[in-house]
């Protein structure tokens, strides 16, 4: 399983970004996929997430300024990030949650290989 992420870069604040991630290799679609990120030193930590079903979770630091989609005919997930902040700069990483074997029955968790986004002040 493979989660390709993009569309990470550096831009100032008060500006835009918008990453996208795509899964591929799975038994089946994904069911949870989302956002997290990592600041130096510490724990990854949740950005945003969306159900296969749409129902979504945001970090209270991000919520009315990002916003996560998803298609899920594309297995892709987005995250659009508004009004961003010197504190939003971290390495961004893809997330999906699949079930792995032919039963559905054990979920496994799977990770992109990070983006990094630099907000200036």
């Known amino acids: 399983v493979q989660l390709q992420a993009s569309g990470g870069g550096l831009v100032q604040a008060g500006e835009s970004l918008r990453l996208s991630c795509t899964a591929s290799?799975?038994?089946?679609?994904?069911?949870?996929m989302g956002w997290f990120r990592q600041y130096p030193g510490q724990q990854r930590e949740l950005v945003a997430t969306?159900?296969?079903?749409?129902?979504?979770n945001y970090d209270g630091s991000v919520r009315g300024r990002f916003t996560i989609s998803r298609d899920n005919a594309k297995n892709s997930v987005y995250l659009q990030m508004n009004t961003l902040k010197p504190e939003d700069t971290a390495i961004y990483y893809c997330?999906?949650?699949?079930?792995?074997?032919?039963?559905?029955?054990?979920?496994?968790?799977?990770w992109g290989q990070g983006t990094l986004v630099t907000v200036s002040s």
């Open positions: 290799g799975m038994l089946y679609s994904m069911n949870t």
């Open positions: 969306i159900t296969s079903g749409g129902t979504i």
């Open positions: 997330y999906g949650a699949a079930y792995s074997d032919y039963e559905a029955t054990y979920e496994s968790d799977y």
